[in-house]
């Protein structure tokens, strides 16, 4: 460790010498400037009159939203598709296998620059979008109606918190009954269910609103309501579909993990195939799956630096934009490190709690 300290002061001490030396600036007091340039896709306003600490939060937002609905989506899809290489249909075993060969073996930055082009040259302009209800799909995007925020909606937020509090008693009860009995109870179902219907009730609390504010074909855009730009879907779908493919193979080796008697017993039990694959293989499977799972969650956020190259204005965008006006080449390239340390170190510190939750337990 002292050794590592005595390198990493010998390359800073260096580094600032080297700079003042050529007479480049340096220190992070830029980031109180004004940034300058506008960010085209934002969850919040953010107008180029804001400093440049804005501008980095508005890109570590726009990362994290893609790494966090990717993971789940990625969760979602490699799941199924790993369940599916055991099933007994030949053609949804071959069909799994073919999805996992194809997208695995095609680099992400392809799958990228692949969908980005469909989005933005084979969908349709807006004036012709694709309509399915209030759903236009063009061009320029996805847009899709958004509630009108009121009342309504901020006590829909202020029952959720209850309802996770209710969720997870009713999930210990669960558990304890499971335990005590054998009999099987809901256990994510019917939590999901109880936060659902509490958010309800704050919703019917506040006024039961039903208000939307509906996109509508313009001159020129679609407008009003709410919108998906071609880059964000495009980074969506390539890191979803490609993190998907490795997510199943992880599923898939965790299962053959498990002792094929596991299952026979099952069936000699007269479980079904579902709740085999339910209730005996991929519980027993979770200690395999979850540390290569990690990996993946980890991979998946650190490939969405990627991003930069369509376009998507992630904290890598808005740190090369950042560095081009300032030429604080240090201090921009060690923001990023932190944040992909952070949320790397984050996902990690979650998933290995979550591993121990899932580990077999001595008596």
């Known amino acids: 460790?002292?050794?590592?300290?005595?390198?990493?002061?010998?390359?800073?001490?260096?580094?600032?010498?080297?700079?003042?030396?050529?007479?480049?600036?340096?220190?992070?007091?830029?980031?109180?400037?004004?940034?300058?340039?506008?960010?085209?896709?934002?969850?919040?306003?953010?107008?180029?009159?804001?400093s440049y600490l804005q501008a980095f939060l508005v890109g570590v937002t726009n990362t994290l939203r893609v790494a966090v609905v990717g993971i789940i989506l990625a969760t979602l899809l490699g799941t199924m598709l790993g369940v599916g290489r055991f099933s007994r249909n030949a053609l949804v075993r071959g069909l799994c296998l073919c999805y996992v060969e194809f997208f695995r073996n095609i680099p992400v930055l392809l799958q990228l620059l692949l969908w980005y082009v469909v989005l933005t040259e084979v969908l349709p302009a807006t004036d012709s979008a694709w309509t399915v209800g209030p759903f236009f799909l063009s061009k320029g995007g996805l847009n899709f109606p958004i509630p009108v925020?009121?009342?309504?909606?901020?006590?829909?937020a202020y029952g959720l918190l209850p309802g996770v509090l209710l969720g997870w008693f009713y999930?210990?009860?669960?558990?304890?009954k499971f335990e005590a009995t054998g009999k099987p109870g809901s256990m994510v179902i019917m939590p999901l269910v109880i936060v659902l219907l509490a958010s309800l009730a704050g919703w019917a609390l506040g006024g039961a609103p039903t208000e939307f504010n509906r996109p509508i074909k313009g001159d020129f855009a679609i407008e009003n309501g709410g919108a998906l730009t071609p880059e964000f879907l495009a980074v969506l779908m390539g890191l979803t579909l490609y993190t998907a493919s490795f997510i199943a193979e992880v599923i898939r080796g965790g299962i053959s993990s498990v002792a094929r008697g596991q299952g026979e017993a099952?069936?000699?039990?007269?479980?079904?195939?579902?709740?085999?694959?339910?209730?005996?293989?991929?519980?027993?499977?979770?200690?395999?799956?979850?540390?290569?799972?990690?990996?993946?969650y980890l991979n998946l956020t650190k490939n969405s630096s990627l991003a930069v190259a369509i376009g998507y204005p992630d904290v890598v965008s808005i740190a090369n934009t950042a560095l081009n006006q300032t030429g604080r080449a240090v201090e921009c390239i060690s923001i990023v490190m932190l944040v992909y340390l952070s949320t790397s170190l984050g996902t990690a510190l979650l998933m290995n709690w979550y591993n121990s939750r899932s580990a077999i337990k001595e008596r």
């Open 149 to 156: 925020w009121g009342t309504g909606q901020l006590w829909a």
């Open 171 to 176: 999930r210990r009860w669960a558990v304890a």
């Open 266 to 296: 099952a069936s000699a039990l007269g479980l079904n195939r579902t709740q085999e694959m339910r209730l005996v293989m991929l519980p027993q499977a979770l200690r395999v799956i979850i540390p290569p799972l990690t990996n993946q």
């Open 1 to 50: 460790m002292a050794a590592i300290a005595a390198v990493a002061w010998f390359l800073i001490h260096n580094t600032l010498a080297n700079m003042q030396a050529r007479g480049i600036k340096s220190g992070f007091d830029f980031l109180t400037q004004a940034a300058g340039f506008d960010i085209g896709e934002s969850l919040y306003p953010f107008d180029s009159g804001e």
